[in-house]
T-cell receptor
Framework: DAKTTQPNSMESNEEEPVHLPCNHS???????IHWYRQLPSQGPEYVIH???SNVNNRMASLAIAEDRKSSTLILHRATLRDAAVYYC??????????FGTGTRLTIIP | ETGVTQSPTHLIKTRGQQVTLRCSSQ?????VSWYQQALGQGPQFIFQ???????GRGNFPPRFSGLQFPNYSSELNVNALELDDSALYLC?????????FGPGTRLTVL
């Protein structure tokens, strides 16, 4: 399985943008880049995914490097409810999700 | 649209016992995956079922087994429970790409 590398933790002030980085230097051509997050005491929740182009949805934006070896999840205006563990995962179709330890995001009021 | 549900919410068992956890997938989703999440760790893939057939398995012993039913709901069975089986068990249903997770079953083995 291609692996991803994320910082263990990050902090951000409320109402400011947050950039969560992910390195995936061994990504294959068919791997999609997925982001999930897990709020306290809940199951993981899908955030966004992309293949090559940058993607936007109501929750976040995903910026993918031209060589696809890294990506950044962007929360445009963090709220306290965005405090969670964020997982960057490489996946194709319905294959298993291989979770790492993720990035624990703390939002400072 | 009903989301993924799991039962029971919490469960306490003793070593050596057997347990069955249940998952109802989201409407229209033909694939169910099970994950085990130990405290402070990311979820670990146990196995996946697609249209009632096992479709991939993680590094878990045979005492972890499963079923998927014609309505795509699923069961996870664990025999001969060990203390290390204490964890949050998550089920996720999918059709293509995005996986929808249930809230999990917290299993405690004493």
């Amino acid at each position: 399985d291609a692996k991803t590398t994320q910082p263990n933790s990050m902090e951000s002030n409320e109402e400011e943008p947050v950039h969560l980085p992910c390195n995936h230097s061994t990504i294959s051509g068919t791997d999609y880049i997925h982001w999930y997050r897990q709020l306290p005491s809940q199951g993981p929740e899908y955030v966004i995914h992309g293949l090559t182009s940058n993607v936007n949805n109501r929750m976040a934006s995903l910026a993918i490097a031209e060589d696809r070896k890294s990506s950044t999840l962007i929360l445009h205006r963090a709220t306290l409810r965005d405090a969670a563990v964020y997982y960057c995962i490489l996946n194709f179709g319905n294959e298993k999700l291989t979770f790492g330890t993720g990035t624990r995001l703390t939002i400072i009021p | 649209e009903t989301g993924v549900t799991q039962s029971p919410t919490h469960l306490i068992k003793t070593r050596g016992q057997q347990v069955t956890l249940r998952c109802s997938s989201q409407s229209g989703h033909n694939t169910v995956s099970w994950y085990q999440q130990a405290l402070g760790q990311g979820p670990q893939f146990i196995f996946q079922y697609y249209r009632e057939e096992e479709n991939g398995r993680g590094n878990f012993p045979p005492r972890f087994s499963g079923l998927q039913f014609p309505n795509y709901s699923s069961e996870l069975n664990v025999n001969a429970l060990e203390l290390d089986d204490s964890a949050l068990y998550l089920c996720a249903s999918s059709r293509w790409g995005e996986q929808f997770f249930g809230p999990g079953t917290r299993l405690t083995v004493l």
